[in-house]
């Protein structure tokens, strides 16, 4: 088999580093290109220990179409707007892409500009950009050149709404609580995730506003066909990784357990990374770190008519850097779990 | 002024300690007994060494009678079932009783059988026992020989939802996601608080069916006026100390930010322990660490006509230690702030 | 009795933070001033919502000839450099000041330009600068214009050392192995202190060249009379508060573990803050956070005829704002527990 | 090449994980046994979350006489007293045992029953026992049947210390102050390991009379040639996993910071598993976490006429599981590395 020559853009933040973990131990890829804006020329092992002695690039410049000479795919690990601007139609004819930021995620260019208070860089790339949300849109990635790698939130959110959205068993006034460790914040520098600001504390944040509100409802529209407004609150938890997202649906007719039980074992049976948890079981991060899994547990609340939903991921894994693997095998024909079925790290 | 001599009945819990603490440095009281099962006979500050060189008592036995003899008050932090068991109308003759467990919480004695599994041991009793949400019952608090107080998740989702319900701003289809410090799980030997088995994790638990759903329902009947069926989901966080509740309630008329910033000012604008936040501002456990504050904030979710509520409480503090002391001042007559004014620890 | 008014000069620093809660507690201290150079004209609550409703202060200037006007003493708790060039002859003719930094602390300007790599910008101070190790320099202090307040790791590993270094039960060649929580990195912009870099983790740091190194060494010489040269490592510890020490010093001659324990007894059993514990008990630091305690304890280690000294203190109470604050008391005459007894913060 | 048939007899405590992990992934084992006494007949993955859909095996009784039919290959991961308990010359004939436990650690029957304070159970097979410090102890490990898999402490104590000390750069009076994640403290109900304990703290427990004591003299003494007595003091870190250990010894001549980088070059350069990190780096154990690696730095205090060694493993994998397999392989005649090169898991 060939194999596949990868290149990460924006390497040094932890969805670089995720990134970079991952392909470093997939069989059929080779990791050839690294890059940095603060690091340029450093050893990568230099910013990140764990890969000394494993990985010996060093930080290049991110000149994108000079690495789309030698990679076959690259991965964008960039803040918003960056991926934009690099990601060109000539780009794409000379590699494929996978974007890990927010670019191209939107379909709709104005819901961009407003939720992220600037004018899209690229919109006429709008329309080719496939949003990887693997389980629910496998045959499409196929065919990309482009991928919109899911939002982490989006990803955990919508794994556990689709299937009961899609068959009637909810409607669609969904409330998501959802909790993530401090690593979804990125790695700038950044006064409110020193250790001593969040360690031992809790909080909300972004409440209204969060700018993965547009892309769960557009996903829940995409694939559950149900126009769906939602209200999202993340809330900061003192720890490296994890989301747990807490979702709340009203049932939509007189199902009970055993009905939900069966939509869901319908869809995600034979899926490879999602794990339905038995009845009365809750996920838990801890048994998704370091993974691709996401794992998805639920309650029916007869008193009140609702749903609890309850979905875990890892931030990093399923809900960045495996994610983004996962398409990059479907996107050159491998088995979708290649190099990703390694076993959650706990404790 | 007359001192007041108190007891902790089941000092070696999370509970008796902050309660030692704080009565240790409250001006009006005599700490003058400690007692607990597990340590009995043995110096106090052997078990918690905060308190080496402070508190020189030695744990004693639980013989309630005897100590009523010598203690003004007692401060009862004991698993449900045993306050109920202790407590009799003999008791409260010689002593007051201030019961930091479940055993008085819920009026309704079949509510107790129900929710707690167990026929209650004192039924008798439950008339007299008042709730001791100090910041909607101070009347009745002052007349009480045993006074219930209020759980952590209860008191932190109450101060939060009881204004605006009360003044009909939302309906009572609240569904509350709370979070909780791992001390909120007690002392007892238990695998599942175990440093590696929650540390760098975070789970929903009690789907449903936790205990304090009724009594938050009957403070939502007792003080809002209004009949409510909640959602509650605990989720365990991994820290110390502190409670986060996210309540979301639907809008019950076409109110603005203004008009719910009003309703809390007019409620909480001179109460002591409640801090308003400033719009835009939420609230974080580490802000109210050791301490008897509980601090509100709340957005209005305009496109989903949701209100969305955060407060946050110290579980040992407002949520239990605090509580009870806030609710001793009541009881001797004293200023409600006595003792409990200490800035809270951060970092 | 006339109140002591107040000023914390670098008041957003942790540091700072600690001062204030702790001076805004003290029965004798009217707290007036509070500066800071990145929230000048802020509200102070507003950097640490803990002080919310309980400090009004905004944030000044730091302008230190000013504030002398109205202050009976200025705290400075400021990166190394910058109190040695506010500090002047004239604002001490003014006013007290208490340092919280390094400029003051080696009273030989050389070590001060070699360690630090900079001039020392006030050298002809050094003289009056009286090193605040409250329980060994006692009477200087009570007669200072200008105090040193020491560093945290010093205070912590003097406090064990000296007493049988003094009396030379051990010899002065001392290996100390110290462990420090986070805050003690202190509040500037720093990648290396994010929660995720530093959480689930542990290093060594600063080998061989940590600035504490003289200032330990010249409290050996000046209160243990013995020339000393340490090796010092500190490690960083996932923790908010609290340094652990553990020292390694070799046996001067043919002593057993009472004689060890009688020296420890005569320098220490009446002194209020340091808790000498039972044998076979070691230091913990959550018993002293929160708090201006030193808690001891040591093995004998026979086989290597060497003591094995530990002691844990709180790195921003006796570390920091709980020493200064002894210091305080010890200036204006007042006993020196005042406003400093609250019991440690556990859990 | 025939596959390995790998049983793990102890598989719910945290040693049973890791190696249940790592036995899982690697390419050339099928993992045929999992026993535990307190699951007994239980889904392995119902304790252990992380490998729901992944191992499905089924908690078995510990019959190792029986397991031994099938197995190649017992990994013992019980508390002391107990391997040594069930395994016997009979037991060695049909299989091979890699024991992760202290019962064949010490050549010497006295020294065990003196620091185990039992008398051992099987000394007659003591002479046979491999101690499994597979850098230095290759040749007899590849003919072993029972293999002595050392303990973590010692571990990552002796990979320091041997090459200077087998080649006199220093002398064998060794400091060690080592510091472990709470995982090192097992999986027994323990007060001491809540999470409320031990977080936010530190602590020195076993202060001159920990068990790795004489085997790290042992160790140092059949791979370093020297007689050596240590002092040796552990440390209770707030993390999971992880061992930093710091190591002060006296230079034995007139040596430089390159005649020391000689010799570990010397000795490691080669080592697939030992990564010498660069001079002024020092070693962070989130570098190593889940892996087999062993990260060593050292500072040449010229001062004191000291090294200061520092070194960082993960308890659980070259402090247990990695390093058994790391035996395992040799064992079977495999290269050394087979399944155990993935990248640690940073964040």
Not at 77 to 88: D, I, R, S, Y
Not at 131 to 158: D, F, K, V
């Amino acid at each position: 088999m060939t194999r596949i020559r990868a290149a990460v853009i924006g390497a040094t933040g932890y969805t670089g580093a995720e990134l970079a973990r991952t392909l470093h131990q997939h069989p059929h890829v080779d990791l050839i290109h690294l890059t940095s804006r603060s690091q340029v020329h450093q050893p990568y092992a230099d910013t990140y220990g764990q890969f000394r002695d494993l990985i010996d690039l060093v930080c290049e410049e991110e000149d994108v179409t000079q690495l789309a000479d030698t990679a076959d795919v690259l991965f964008m690990a960039l803040p918003h707007g960056h991926a934009a601007q690099k990601t060109t139609a000539a780009l794409l004819e000379k590699t494929r892409v996978i974007d890990l930021g927010a670019d191209f995620r939107l379909q709709n260019k104005d819901d961009y500009d407003t939720w992220y208070a600037m004018t899209h860089p690229q919109p006429a790339l709008l329309p080719q950009a496939v949003y990887g949300l693997a389980e629910w849109h496998r045959g499409a990635i196929r065919q990309a050149r482009l991928i919109a790698n899911p939002g982490c939130y989006p990803t955990c959110s919508l794994l556990a709404a689709l299937p009961l959205l899609k068959e009637k068993i909810i409607t669609p006034e969904i409330i998501i609580d959802a909790k993530s460790g401090v690593t979804g914040a990125g790695r700038a520098l950044n006064l409110a995730v020193h250790f001593t600001e969040c360690n031992e504390s809790l909080k909300a944040y972004a409440l209204g506003n969060h700018r993965h509100i547009p892309e769960i409802e557009q996903g829940l529209r995409m694939f559950g066909k149900a126009t769906a407004s939602i209200t999202f609150t993340p809330h900061l938890i003192p720890m490296n990784r994890g989301i747990l997202a807490t979702l709340y649906a009203p049932l939509a007719g007189d199902f009970n357990t055993q009905d939900i039980q069966a939509v869901f074992e319908r869809y995600y049976k034979t899926e490879p990374f999602i794990r339905l948890l038995p009845p009365g079981v809750s996920p838990e991060t801890r048994w998704v770190k370091g993974s691709n899994f996401c794992d998805i547990g639920f309650h029916l609340d007869s008193r009140n008519r609702r749903v609890i939903l309850v979905s875990a991921i890892d931030n990093l894994g399923k809900g960045a850097a495996g994610q983004a693997i996962q398409n990059m095998n479907l996107l050159f024909g491998l088995p979708e779990t290649t190099g990703l079925m390694s076993v959650p790290l706990f404790p």
